[in-house]
């Protein structure tokens, strides 16, 4: 059994990883619910863009618009992996971590795979095995719309440019603080709608369906990948919240076990030495 100061020692490292822990909790609490909210604010928006988007794009010529939504015989594919800068969150960075190899190895076997990281962590395991061709954990310096459309724009125009025949993004779906789900979403080309219920939808255009589209399908495209991050965003503050609940649970019944032993050991210590007085005093009357 280990000694009495060694005992106290280890029970005070535990209470001050169960002040950070807890800590961390409080702080990711209080970030989740703004994330949460922009997030179920957003949702709606992009799925009816989304929508309105796929019903259009399949009328158009490629020269009005239609550049996005072509299908290419799949040569080349450029993965977009949504991850955290900073740890400590549970299994949120390698699930996305395990599912684009999964992608990589399942449904990409054969085909040349590229990917394009969001977020230090992914990046940091993804760039040992894979072409990672670049890195934009800075998104989440300052999480804005604005940011984000810089990157559409560059997947736009590596598809548009074929220098890749499609782009997906994959990334943890927020749906409560303890569940996030792991998406595989197609971003280009655009997909085509798959209920026959949308394409007969009546439109009234001013100036033109060709300009609105035109205008309509690059915003449609930010949006997707500005709600992606958002999802992922708050997915992984849900995830460190439940982790660092979890370990603060743990930490404090390590703690309990702890006390009861030192206490045991410490019952134990004043028995012997008592024991050793009375023995003593046996000792000296004889």
């Known amino acids: 059994m280990a000694n009495l100061k060694e005992i106290r020692n280890r029970i005070s490292s535990i209470k001050s990883t169960m002040q950070i822990t807890s800590a961390m909790k409080m702080v990711s609490a209080a970030k989740l619910k703004k994330a949460q909210d922009a997030i179920t604010a957003m949702r709606p928006y992009s799925s009816k863009l989304t929508e309105l988007l796929q019903s259009l794009s399949a009328t158009l010529d490629s020269d009005a618009g239609g550049a996005y939504s072509t299908e290419r015989e799949v040569k080349k594919v450029l993965l977009v992996t949504i991850t955290s800068n900073r740890g400590l969150c549970g299994g949120f960075n390698s699930s996305i971590i395990k599912g684009t190899v999964k992608t990589i190895n399942e449904k990409y076997n054969g085909v040349a795979v590229d990917i394009l990281t969001i977020g230090k962590k992914g990046n940091d395991i993804l760039s040992k095995e894979h072409n990672?061709?670049?890195?934009?954990?800075?998104?989440?310096?300052?999480?804005?719309?604005?940011?984000v459309s810089g990157v559409a724009e560059q997947l736009m125009n590596l598809y548009v440019d074929g220098s890749y025949d499609?782009?997906?993004?994959?990334y943890n779906r927020f749906k409560n603080a303890a569940t996030q789900i792991v998406q595989v979403e197609q971003f280009l080309p655009i997909k085509p709608i798959e209920s026959d219920e949308n394409v007969n939808l009546d439109y009234i255009f001013e100036p033109s369906k060709e300009e609105i589209v035109l205008e309509l399908i690059p915003k449609s495209l930010k949006t997707q990948l500005y709600k992606a991050i958002r999802d992922s965003f708050a997915a992984e503050h849900g995830a460190r919240m439940t982790a660092m609940h979890k370990a603060t649970?743990?930490?404090t019944e390590l703690r309990?076990?702890?006390?009861?032993?030192?206490?045991?050991?410490?019952?134990?210590?004043?028995?012997n030495e008592i024991l050793e007085i009375v023995g003593g005093a046996e000792a000296l009357n004889n």
């Open 132 to 147: 990672v061709i670049e890195n934009r954990n800075d998104i989440f310096d300052e999480l804005t719309f604005d940011n």
């Open 166 to 170: 499609k782009i997906e993004i994959i």
């Open 249 to 251: 649970d743990n930490a």
């Open 256 to 271: 309990d076990e702890l006390l009861l032993t030192y206490n045991k050991a410490r019952q134990a210590a004043i028995t």
